[in-house]
């Protein structure tokens, strides 16, 4: 038998394509086909959910079951708080769709958390997601629509097809994940939704384009993002308030060559970061 030797790029990319195939089969078997308690959408503020919750309004229109749930950081950019209060606030309610913002139990920002604990937020790790996105969302499932187990709820996530290796499965038995725009769901999404796919549908509900999401201060926001003058001399700040810069840097480890903010340029801005939002909720 002959052997064929991988280079470290050929078994990272063959790790990549397994793991993606499991997650969108385990993905596909964790929906079953009995009623869900409640049907919750993680809004994000990005353009995937958008389109999501275009596409779903017909389930969640006056459905006392049915909640849009956004899980506020407080570290969002203005766009995304604007376009939430000037079109998604106003086309829920129009469309008697529950809408509710949650926050996490810290009683502060994520900006201001990390602060406080002189950290920054963990690529390795992903704390903010799971402290700041995840479990606002899990809280209000449990303690404010009291999910169990033996009558779990959906939660629609809003990953697009051509991001697919993005999915997750739940690790709790009371919220199982759905994913509307890969595997379709019912009458009201087709599968393999792209994200052109839910540009158009933005576009064709009347609305303007939606603002990238995510943190201003993301360690996987683009260089371009981190650029922002808005918000650059903050995140510089929150780097360098950290107990351990400059060994650890907001974009990972000095020793990797990581740049530190206040040394970023446009030249920079090859160096790239995530397109999309950066949680993977
Ligand atoms: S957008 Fe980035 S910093 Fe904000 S919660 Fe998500 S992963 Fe963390």
Redesign the pocket.
């Known amino acids: 038998m002959i052997y064929m030797q991988l280079t470290e790029t050929q078994e990272k990319q063959i790790e990549k394509a397994w793991s993606r195939t499991i997650r969108l089969l385990t993905a596909r078997f964790h929906v079953e086909t009995n009623e869900p308690s409640y049907h919750i959408l993680s809004f994000g503020g990005g353009r995937q959910t958008v389109g999501l919750l275009l596409k779903m309004r017909g389930l969640f229109r006056r459905n006392e079951k049915a909640f849009v749930v956004f899980a506020d950081?407080g570290?969002e950019h203005q766009e995304t708080y604007d376009y939430i209060n000037d079109y998604i606030i106003p086309f829920c309610a129009a469309n008697e769709i529950n809408f509710v913002r949650v926050t996490s139990k810290y009683g502060k920002t994520?900006y201001e958390y990390c602060w406080d604990k002189k950290i920054v937020?963990s690529m390795k790790f992903?704390d903010?997601?799971s402290k700041?996105?995840i479990a606002p969302i899990r809280k209000f499932i449990r303690e404010e629509l009291k999910v169990t187990r033996s009558k779990p709820c959906y939660v629609y996530l809003g990953i697009s097809y051509d991001e697919a290796d993005r999915m997750n499965v739940s690790n709790v038995l009371y919220a199982k994940s759905v994913f509307p725009l890969i595997d379709g769901y019912k009458e009201y999404c087709e599968p393999e939704t792209t994200l052109q796919d839910c540009l158009r549908i933005v576009k064709d509900e009347g609305f303007p384009p939606v603002p990238k999401s995510?943190?201003w201060?993301?360690?996987?926001a683009q260089t371009t993002d981190l650029l922002d003058p808005r918000y650059k001399s903050k995140t510089i700040a929150l780097e360098e308030n950290n107990s351990r810069f400059p060994e650890i840097l907001l974009r990972g480890m000095k020793e990797n060559k990581v740049k530190p903010i206040r040394e970023l340029t446009d030249n920079d801005i090859k160096l790239g970061g995530c397109k999309s939002?950066?949680?993977m909720v």
Not at 217 to 220: G, I, N, Q, V, Y
């Open positions: 950081t570290g994520l937020p992903r903010c997601t700041f996105k995510g943190c201060f993301c360690p996987f939002g950066y949680c």
